[in-house]
């Protein structure tokens, strides 16, 4: 186990280890681990690396995401991520990251109504998310304990996934999101770096909820 300082200015830190996951799809579904109830809310606080000083610098913006509706789609009940931006007058598109899609669970597995995977702790395997010509993006399950450190307080037992990019040429690039759920509470903190530059990030981490 170790544990790793990831904001100098933000109260939030890592944990982690291996992980056994011995809970079943089902369990998860039952569980309603990624809290898909009408009326949930959350808010979350953003930061953005700076080069020039090393840190992460809070940027007065905030991401509020809220299920709004639900809405049956061949024949499946998903709810409705609403997703709005309070603070500066700065267009980060970041919104998108969050919400502003319909999602059901699955399984286990958090799907939008293509199919496609937006976040599941079923399996380690790298599962396919869409292609840009030859060049194909992945994401991936990490199967450890994580504990965070926020300013929300402190999360035990986060799940882990990343997102990448597998090039053409057989290479991987480096991790583009990082997404951290907890099971029952939702979201509580996203990583979004830029594909030029893996030390342009933006921190999403939660700041405020209305879980039932």
């Not at 056994?20 to 998860?28: G, L, V, Y």
């Not at 080069?51 to 789609?73: A, D, F, Q």
């Not at 059901?104 to 958090?110: A, C, I």
């Not at 999101?177 to 933006?202: D, F, H, M, Q, R």
């Amino acid at each position: 186990m170790y544990k790793l300082l990831l904001l100098s200015i933000i109260p939030f830190f890592l944990i982690s280890c291996n992980k056994n996951d011995n809970s079943s799809s089902q369990d998860i579904e039952a569980s309603n681990y990624f809290a898909l109830t009408l009326g949930n809310s959350w808010t979350y606080d953003v930061f953005e690396f700076r080069e020039s000083s090393g840190n992460y610098e809070p940027l007065g913006y905030k991401i509020i995401t809220s299920i709004s509706r639900k809405k049956t789609i061949n024949g499946k009940i998903f709810f409705y991520l609403e997703t709005n931006e309070e603070g500066n007058n700065v267009n980060f598109n970041l919104v998108d990251y969050v919400g502003n899609i319909f999602v059901r669970d699955s399984l286990g597995y958090l799907v939008r109504p293509d199919g496609v995977i937006k976040f599941t702790t079923q399996t380690s395997d790298p599962y396919f998310i869409n292609a840009t010509g030859l060049n194909k993006q992945y994401g991936q399950y990490i199967p450890e304990v994580i504990t965070l450190e926020t300013p929300m307080g402190n999360f035990q037992d986060i799940d882990f996934n990343k997102t990448f990019l597998d090039f053409e040429n057989g290479n991987n690039s480096h991790d583009l999101e990082k997404t951290y759920y907890k099971s029952g509470a939702g979201l509580v903190v996203k990583v979004v770096t830029s594909i030029n530059n893996p030390n342009s990030s933006y921190f999403l981490v939660l700041t405020d909820s209305n879980v039932n």
